[in-house]
């Protein structure tokens, strides 16, 4: 009886553990969307695409991914971000690489502080998110120039995104520093990176068939091993792929038409939409774009009822700080505002949306698990505002910009000899010269972006895309005319990116003939230059003080630092400098109306506030508890 019995009990239990075993089958079988980075131990068999359904460590998979860019967020506020995607039920993480902040001059890189996309990866891969990276060099993204540094265009034959010498050079020497900071962040050598985008978007420019095998082999020669993918809208599939890539599409409604293309290039491969748009950008002097949660939401539940894997682009948008924002040149040109807040699930400040309520419900019925609580969110704070006391007018801050150049045409601004022999980058640049007498001045289509013009100091207007001409008014003797030019940033997406040299790129016509004999100004406002001006004589403010010019204000933190607005009404056109920071540009015409201001750019006390205004300056710079974007209109 007690040999029967231990028996009976060796049975049972034997019997209890078979149960527990295969309940965890079945678990890992079917809540495939809970895996995360901590939790798979054997990492022989990385993302693979083989079958109508991803597969990751052998197990079905599908992707719930959002777009988060490190460069749009303090690194302070990095985790935050991160957890409240994973606690709206995301499980992968993707962003973009911008070359252009990343090598801000050839040969030099900077991959530290809030460009330290090491930490990022590894912070996402900590919190159980996985990676998509998508290193470009060429992203869009209404980044400038799609994040392709400006010093190429040093080159006179330059052509972007294909395998022309200089192009690909470069190239190799920024692939060569980024991929080995990645390579050891591959998910089959223990990290989050699961997949990696050949360059972006390449069938909506397409204009070298060698090129996207040559990116193939840049990523692939450098150790990059996991699965590769590329990301095109509808029209782009069929010229932006390339062979042991899977193709994936973008899209913000979905259409039959987007399934049968991806059936038909690559059947019994599993479908993604790489970037679902979840709202869109606004651009200066339009309306400000907004993408319904309902409407959102279920074009979110489709992609996913119909079996797709889905990334949200954009999860949280950020910020386009300094002067980073692209351009659009469709039929005309317009300038991407500061805020990327892209009506995403999460806001510019990080604030939770009916979006993001929405989604959660959403995806919290993919997983086998209770979400993550949702983070608290972070403290918006109002603040006295602050009464401008100080101030410099342009053409004495001029002496603070270095050594002039001088040239007998006009340079554009990366040709200039500046920055190690790099050119300007971003900012104004200042063209002086003489003229003799009045009458019309003609920019010859040749300035870009836009130029306020002066005689002897005194504004009399403004020439810029289809605003060619302007009257000069008589006077005595030779006189002294000055162009401040601003790029207002380069376009980011189309056909236009190889002609995308700022400041004045050609002659400009006094009475038909071209002005000659020019001394020119780089006013790109680098810390460097913010910190001599910091320091210099600065006047008292007068009644009509001269314009443009540099405003110095104080904004008092009583406490510990809480986020907020900076709100300028009065003012014109300009830019915002707090504690050095840039936050980047503002403009009456809106759509946008305030600028975001992160706690970590505060300290407790007296924070410096230096405005570079344009054309009309107020007294006051106010600071408020919640954005305006201004009047909304739905995407068409």
């Not at 994973?86 to 070359?99: E, H, M, Q, R």
Request: glycine share 10%; net charge neutral; with cysteine.
């Amino acid at each position: 009886m007690l040999i029967l019995s231990l028996r009976s009990a060796h049975r049972r239990r034997l019997a209890v553990g078979g149960l527990i075993l295969l309940a965890v089958i079945l678990y890992r079988r079917f809540n495939w969307h809970d895996m995360e980075p901590g939790t798979l131990r054997s990492r022989m068999v990385g993302l693979q695409a083989d079958s109508p359904e991803f597969q990751l460590g052998g197990e079905v998979f599908r992707i719930l991914g959002g777009s988060i860019h490190y460069f749009r967020v303090p690194r302070e506020y990095w985790r935050d971000r991160l957890l409240k995607m994973k606690a709206c039920g995301l499980n992968t993480l993707t962003t973009y690489v911008p070359w252009n902040l990343h090598e801000p001059e050839r040969g030099t890189f900077n991959f530290k502080g809030n460009l330290d996309l090491e930490a990022y990866i590894k912070l996402a891969g900590e919190l159980g998110l996985w990676v998509i990276l998508r290193p470009g060099p060429y992203i869009c993204a209404e980044w400038d120039l799609g994040g392709l540094p400006s010093w190429l265009y040093r080159d006179p034959a330059m052509q972007l995104r294909s395998t022309y010498k200089g192009f690909t050079q470069a190239v190799d020497a920024f692939f060569s520093q980024l991929l080995p900071r990645v390579v050891p962040l591959q998910y089959k050598k223990g990290g989050p990176i699961i997949a990696v985008q050949v360059e972006n978007e390449y069938g909506s420019f397409a204009v070298d068939t060698e090129y996207m095998p040559y990116m193939k082999e840049a990523l692939l020669s450098r150790g990059i091993e996991e699965l590769l993918m590329t990301s095109d809208n509808v029209d782009g599939l069929k010229k932006g792929n390339v062979e042991g890539a899977l193709a994936t599409i973008n899209l913000q409604k979905l259409r039959d038409l987007h399934l049968s293309h991806l059936d038909s290039s690559q059947p019994q491969k599993p479908k993604m939409v790489m970037e679902f748009w979840s709202g869109w950008f606004d651009t200066w002097g339009d309306l400000h774009h907004v993408f319904t949660a309902e409407d959102m939401a279920s074009v979110v539940m489709e992609i996913l009822q119909k079996g797709l894997s889905i990334n949200l682009y954009m999860f949280h948008g950020g910020t386009n700080f300094g002067f980073m924002n692209g351009a659009l040149e469709m039929h005309s040109y317009k300038a991407d505002v500061t805020s990327y807040d892209y009506d995403a699930p999460l806001s510019e400040s990080g604030d939770y949306t009916a979006k993001y309520l929405l989604l959660r419900e959403v995806f919290s019925k993919y997983h086998g698990e209770s979400l993550p609580d949702v983070p608290a969110l972070i403290p918006k704070m109002s603040y006295d505002a602050s009464t401008v006391y100080q101030y410099m007018p342009l053409w004495e801050a001029l002496q603070l910009a270095g050594e002039p150049f001088k040239s007998e045409s006009p340079v554009n601004m990366e040709n200039l000899p500046v920055n190690n022999g790099n050119g300007q980058s971003y900012g104004y640049t200042l063209y002086e010269t003489t003229i003799p007498s009045g009458g019309t001045l003609h920019s010859n289509d040749k300035v870009r972006d836009r130029a306020l013009v002066f005689v002897d100091s005194s504004f009399i207007g403004v020439l810029k895309y289809k605003h060619l001409e302007l009257a000069v008014p008589e006077g005595k003797g030779n006189r002294k005319l000055s162009l401040l030019v601003e790029n207002c940033g380069r376009v980011n997406y189309g056909k236009t990116l190889n002609n995308q040299r700022k400041g004045l790129v050609g002659d400009i016509l006094l009475n038909g003939t071209p002005l000659k004999n020019f001394i020119i100004y780089s006013l790109d406002m680098k810390p460097r230059f913010m910190e001599r001006l910091k320091y210099s004589r600065w006047k008292e403010v007068p009644d009509k003080p001269t314009v443009p010019g540099f405003f110095r204000g104080m904004l008092f933190v009583d406490g510990y630092p809480g986020d907020t607005f900076v709100k300028l009404p009065g003012w014109s056109k300009g830019v915002v400098f707090i504690n050095g920071q840039n936050l980047g540009r503002y403009w009456s015409i809106g759509p946008q109306q305030t600028l975001y201001l992160p706690a970590p750019w505060l300290h407790t006390g007296i924070n410096e506030v230096i405005v570079f205004e344009e054309q009309e300056a107020e007294k006051t710079i106010h600071f408020v508890n919640a954005p305006d974007l201004g009047m909304a209109v739905d995407v068409e």
